[in-house]
């Protein structure tokens, strides 16, 4: 179903689904303030650059091979929350970018599934290593976002395709800012994590 199932009408033009596309910004902003002002979250921070491509292209252009780059960035970005700041943080880089490339393009229907497990993994993963307002907070944030998302999926309660106001939209730029706080908030500036670089 692709893009179609985030309920804004596709339209002809560069721009298939312009909201969906344009809130896609969030994640290149949000990667690109990690990178420069949290260096030791420079990895995340690539990771929401990265989704931040996979999602535009996905949503704006629609190119050949879009819902992959839009399926593997995006679970790569979560495996890379769950490694950050822990002893197997460099799996969760390359390696992993490299196995979930290869797994979703010879099986395409995983990607739904792997992202799920990811997510749950990351989840599992902050909280058992910090449960705090800094970890707790940004993950309620998401999951909101992620269920009225999904209530304003294609046939949802809250899906009209005409309108400006898209769920999906709204969950790209929560989710964008909601990794910003949790990064920021688990490693302020001065913390010193050795793990986490």
Same mark, same amino acid.
């Given at each position: ?89 460099? $799996?969760?880089? %390359?390696? @992993?970018?490299? &196995?979930?490339?290869?797994?979703? *393009? ?5 990607? =739904? !599934? ?24 940004? $993950?309620?944030? %998401?999951? @909101?976002?992620? &269920?009225?998302?999904?209530?304003? *999926? ?5 899906? =009209? !395709? ?36």
């Amino acid at each position: 179903m692709g893009a179609a199932a985030d309920c804004e009408a596709i339209a002809s033009g560069f721009l298939g689904q312009p909201i969906n596309a344009l809130s896609t910004i969030a994640f290149l902003v949000a990667g690109a303030w990690l990178v420069l002002q949290r260096p030791r979250a420079r990895w995340v921070g690539i990771g929401l650059v990265a989704t931040g491509v996979g999602s535009f292209l996905f949503h704006g252009p629609m190119p050949s091979g879009n819902e992959w780059a839009h399926d593997v960035s995006l679970a790569w970005l979560l495996a890379l929350i769950a490694g950050f700041g822990t002893r197997w943080k460099g $799996l969760s880089r %390359v390696p @992993a970018l490299l &196995v979930l490339t290869a797994v979703m *393009a010879f099986a395409p229907m995983a990607a =739904d !599934p792997i992202a799920v497990l990811l997510s749950v993994f990351a989840v599992a993963s902050i909280l058992w290593r910090e449960r705090s307002w800094a970890t707790i907070g940004p $993950l309620l944030l %998401v999951g @909101a976002a992620g &269920v009225y998302g999904k209530l304003g *999926a294609t046939g949802g309660p809250l899906c =009209d !395709p005409a309108s400006i106001w898209q769920p999906h939209a709204v969950w790209h730029i929560v989710a964008a800012t909601g990794v910003v706080w949790l990064e920021t908030l688990r490693f302020p500036p001065f913390c010193e994590d050795p793990l986490a670089a």
